[in-house]
């Protein structure tokens, strides 16, 4: 089953697409609650699958690095914790999981953001990271017509 999982700018956590309103999309918390709401056209919302990561040559697409972690991890949560860890520990780790990465526009905090929202879809029970999620259609939220 694949399913569109984004991130909303100022709101904490990842969610899942669930419908679309009139002018908005309903959307589902993949933390615990699974509390619904709306998310609306001034929001920033990205899906995971349109975002990519900054290496020494080409771009990776999130989800190739989420398997990538999965991979290292064994399907379980991080075994950093990425709260209490050192910038010298966090490069270490993110090393195991993408060598080529860019050190000069790659920072800590998306490292940090990487691990959060890794450890929330493994929660969530999304670990198919490849099959499971996909792209949004057209441009964000922007490619519905206005009515």
């Known amino acids: ?11 904490p956590g990842l969610y899942k697409l669930v419908s679309r309103g009139n002018n908005s999309l309903i959307v589902e918390a993949l933390d615990a609650t699974h509390k619904r709401m709306p998310a609306f056209g001034n929001d920033r ?17 999130l989800m190739t690095i989420l398997a990538s972690l999965r991979d290292l991890e064994g399907g379980k949560e991080s075994s950093l914790n ?10 270490e780790y993110f090393t195991k999981v993408l060598p080529e ?8 905090s998306d490292i940090k953001k990487l691990i959060q ?20 259609e057209g441009d964000n939220i922007d490619d519905r017509k206005a009515e």
Do not use: C
């Open 1 to 11: 089953m694949k399913q569109t999982i984004l991130a909303i700018s100022g709101k």
């Open 45 to 61: 919302i990205t899906s995971l699958a349109d975002i990519a990561m900054f290496t020494e040559t080409d771009d990776v697409p």
């Open 82 to 91: 990425y709260k209490k860890a050192s910038p010298a520990e966090l490069h």
């Open 101 to 108: 990465w860019d050190r000069d526009r790659v920072h800590n």
């Open 117 to 136: 929202w890794y450890n929330i879809l493994v929660k969530a029970g999304v670990t198919d990271f490849e099959e499971e999620m996909a792209p949004t």
